[in-house]
């Protein structure tokens, strides 16, 4: 079946540094993809998503490239804060039920 | 703007013990979902409601019920709880099950079996 695999953290930065973390999929479709964040205590929400092969999606200074031909998705952000820190799931649909393959998260910690 | 609402926040069973986690969306969503987050295994699918009186199997459904009675209410039900079901759970809404459309998750239910 469908899945998403994702770089292991956690990933410790300091602030202004630049961010990449990694994500592969597996599936047989054309999913679309999507990045959510998970700030402390809080639940998941979008950060950002891609429909199609080539798509850029951005969202407060991240972006991911859907990369069809690598089958990636990774997430970058050219100078990191401190509010940042949080846990980041790469996602992908498998169906047009709108559930959510998700991958096993990536804590990022910012620290000053 | 509640958004997503679950209730509790917080809950500690007894092995066997059942229990039923509510969530509550103000959006008019028609879909709404339920995961499990565990470390290193990211959110897995439980159950799933595309519509008022529909339910339908996830991933990892053993162990667990589900309601869908009225449209912004969406029930997980444990009836023995058992170690293997500490978790947090999230509850999800979608306007529609499209590829690419948003959901919008709850603050989670943390629940723990001892």
């Known amino acids: 079946g469908d899945s998403v695999t994702q770089m292991e953290g956690p990933v410790t930065l300091s602030e202004e540094a630049f961010l990449t973390i990694n994500c592969t999929y597996t599936?047989?479709?054309?999913?679309?993809l999507f990045w959510y964040v998970q700030y402390p205590g809080e639940g998941l929400q979008l950060l950002l998503k891609a429909t199609k092969a080539d798509d850029k999606g951005s969202n407060k200074g991240f972006e991911a490239t859907y990369r069809k031909e690598t089958t990636s998705f990774h997430l970058e952000k050219g100078s990191v804060q401190v509010s940042d820190s949080a846990v980041y799931f790469c996602a992908l649909t498998p169906d047009s039920w709108g559930k959510l393959q998700f991958g096993a998260g990536t804590q990022v910690v910012v620290t000053p | 703007n509640a958004g997503v609402t679950q209730t509790p926040k917080f809950r500690v069973l007894k092995t066997g013990q059942s229990m039923t986690l509510l969530c509550a969306q103000d959006m008019n969503h028609e879909y709404m979902y339920w995961y499990r987050q565990d470390p290193g295994m990211g959110l897995r699918l439980i159950h799933y409601s595309v519509g008022e009186g529909t339910t339908a199997k996830g991933e990892v459904p053993d162990g667990y019920n589900v309601s869908r009675l009225k449209k912004q209410n969406f029930l997980l039900g444990l009836e023995s709880a058992a170690p293997s079901q500490t978790s947090v759970y999230f509850c999800?809404?979608?306007?529609?099950?499209?590829?690419?459309?948003?959901?919008?998750f709850g603050q989670g239910t943390r629940l723990t079996v001892v």
């Open positions: 599936a047989t479709g054309y999913p679309s």
């Open positions: 999800a809404s979608s306007p529609d099950g499209g590829w690419s459309t948003e959901a919008f």
